[in-house]
C-alpha cells in the first residue's frame, strides 16, 4: 500500500494566507473607491454622487480632483481708472508775483502759471469665472463698472486685454470677453438644488496679484440672503468659505467641480474675514449672462404693483395661517396687475405652482420673467384662494430725465434717487416706502433753507401723491421758476409739508 503524501501545517497554513489575500485584494478592488486626485479636468472629473467617500483619504483626493479641475477657469482681472487733475505749475514768488505790478498792465503777466492736468490711475483686481471656450468671462459689476482699462490673466499666465460684454447694476453681475479660443471653460451647476450644509469650495484672487487661484472651503451657510444693500435684487448665497477683497468675481463651486455660485461680497465688521461670504446664485447669473450676450443689457419681466413682506402681527389681523407670501400694498393704475383683476390686500403665496416665501424671491421671480409671459398667481383674498392670470410687462428703468435733473439743480437745489435696496440701506429708508429719495442737497440753496436733507423722502407734490421716479417727472414737468410748490415730506416716522418759490 502506498503512503499518501500530506504537507507539513505550516505549509497548509501560508497556502490559507495566500489564497485569502489574493481573494481579498480581488473583493477591494471591484469595490472600493476610485482615486481621482489625477483626474484634473472638468470633462474627467466624476459627479460627487458618482464618487463614494468612505474615508478620509477619499475626501482629501475629492478636494484635489476639484480644485486641480475647476482652478484652470478661474481668471485675475485687473482694472485701471483714469483720474484727470487740474493744477498749476510752481511759481517760485509763491502767488506774489513783483514783475506783475510793473509789466502786467502792459504785456499781462508772463509769469503767470498755466494750469496742467495730471492723470493718476487707480488700479483694482477682482477675479472671473470662464463660462466658454471663447472666451466669454463671468464677473460682478462692481469689479469693471468704473474701468477704462480691463485686462484678465489666466492660470497659465497668460495676459488679455478684455472688454464689457454688458452690465448689470442690478444683480452685480457683468460679462466680459476676452480674444481666445480652446480656454478651459467652467461647468455650470444648478443653485437651486444647493443644499445648505452642503461643502464649497471658493477659488478667486484675494488681496494681491501674489494669491491668484486661492482656494478656501466651508459650507453653505444660508440661501435666499438678502437686505444688504448691495444689489436691487438680492438673493444670496452665504457660505463660511473665506472670501476676501479681490474674490470678487470668482468661483463658489461644489464637490461635483460644478460653479453654484459667483462669489460676490463679504458682510463683515473690520473690512476682513469674518466667515460670512456673500455669492450670486449661478441659475441668476447664468439667465442674466444670456440676456447681455444678446441684448448688451438686461429686459425684466414687470407687474405694475407695490409688494411688501408679511409680519406676524398682519397676519394676525388679516387672518392669514402663516407668514409667508408677498403683500400687495398697492396696483398701479393701468399696469398688469390691474388689468389682470389683482387688488391691493391680496397675498401671492404661488408663482406659477412654486411657493412664495417672501415680497424678495417674488420680485425676483417677475423681474427674471420675460416681458410678455402669462404667469398664474395664487393668491389669498378674503381668506380664499384664487388664481389670477397675468401678461407681465417690462420693466422700464427709474432714473431721471436729463431734463429734470437739470430742473432740480436749478429751482430746487437737490437732486433724487428712486427707492430700492441700495438707496434704502444708505439713506435708511423702508425699502417699500412709495415716493422718491432726496440726495445730493446743494449748501445754501433753497432746499437747504428751507430743513430739507438727504435722505427725506417726497411722498407728495402740490396735494398729487408721488410713487416712483416716473410719476415725480411727470409732476415737475412743467414746473418753472417763480412757482409757489408744496412738497409732503417723510423723514423717518415723521411727516411734513415744505413750501417754497422756486
Known sequence: MKQKYQLPGFVLILIGIIAGALVFSNFTKATSPEVFAKEYSIDTLKTASERPLN????????????????????????????????????????????????????????????????????????????????????????????????????????????????????TDIALIKIDAKNLPAAKLGDSDKLQIGEIVLAIGSPL????????????????????????????????????????????????????????????????????????????????????????????????????????????????????????IADVQKGGPADKAGIKAGDVVIKFNGRKIKNSTQFRILVASTPPGTEVKLTVLRDGKKKVITVKLGELS?????????????????????????????????????????IIDVKPFSEAARVGLANGDVIIAIDHHRVKNMASFNKLVKNLKKGDTVLLRVQRGDRKFFVAFTL
Do not use: C
Not at 61 to 69: D, I, P, R, T, Y
Not at 128 to 155: C, F, P, R, W
Not at 226 to 254: K, R
Not at 410 to 415: D, I, T, V
Open 397 to 437: 428703468e427709474e432714473k431721471l430725465s436729463k431734463t429734470s435733473k437739470q430742473k432740480l439743480d436749478k429751482l430746487f437745489g437737490f437732486n433724487v434717487a428712486p427707492i430700492n435696496s441700495q438707496t434704502a440701506k444708505k439713506y435708511g429708508v423702508n425699502p417699500d416706502l412709495q415716493g422718491v429719495i
Open 208 to 327: 494681491s496679484k501674489n494669491l491668484e487661484h486661492t482656494i478656501t472651503h466651508g459650507i453653505v451657510s444660508a440661501k435666499g440672503r438678502s437686505n444688504f444693500g448691495l444689489a436691487d435684487y438680492e438673493d444670496f448665497i452665504q457660505t463660511d468659505a473665506a472670501i476676501n477683497p479681490g474674490n470678487s468675481g470668482g468661483a463658489l463651486v461644489n464637490l461635483s467641480g460644478e460653479v453654484v455660485g459667483i462669489n460676490a461680497a463679504i458682510a463683515t465688521q473690520s473690512g476682513g474675514f469674518q466667515g460670512i461670504g456673500l455669492a450670486v446664485p449661478i441659475n441668476m447669473a447664468k439667465s442674466i449672462m444670456e440676456q447681455l450676450k444678446k441684448h448688451g443689457k438686461v429686459i425684466r419681466g414687470f407687474l405694475g404693483a407695490y409688494i411688501q413682506d408679511i409680519t406676524s402681527q398682519m397676519a394676525e389681523a388679516m387672518n392669514l395661517p402663516n407668514v409667508q407670501g408677498a403683500l
Open 55 to 170: 474615508t478620509l483619504q477619499d475626501l482629501n483626493n475629492a478636494f484635489v480632483a476639484v480644485a486641480k479641475a475647476v482652478t484652470p477657469t478661474v481668471v485675475t482681472v485687473f482694472t485701471e481708472k483714469v483720474y484727470k487733475v487740474r493744477y498749476n505749475e510752481f511759481n517760485p514768488f509763491f502767488g506774489n508775483d513783483p514783475f506783475q505790478d510793473f509789466f502786467g498792465q502792459f504785456f499781462g503777466n508772463p509769469h503767470q502759471a498755466k494750469p496742467k492736468i495730471k492723470k493718476f490711475i487707480q488700479e483694482g483686481m477682482g477675479s472671473g469665472v470662464i463660462v466658454s471656450s471663447d472666451g466669454y468671462i463671468l464677473t460682478n459689476n462692481h469689479v469693471v463698472k468704473e474701468a477704462d482699462k480691463l485686462k484678465v490673466q489666466l492660470s497659465d499666465r497668460r495676459i488679455f486685454d478684455a472688454k464689457i460684454i454688458g452690465r448689470d447694476p442690478k
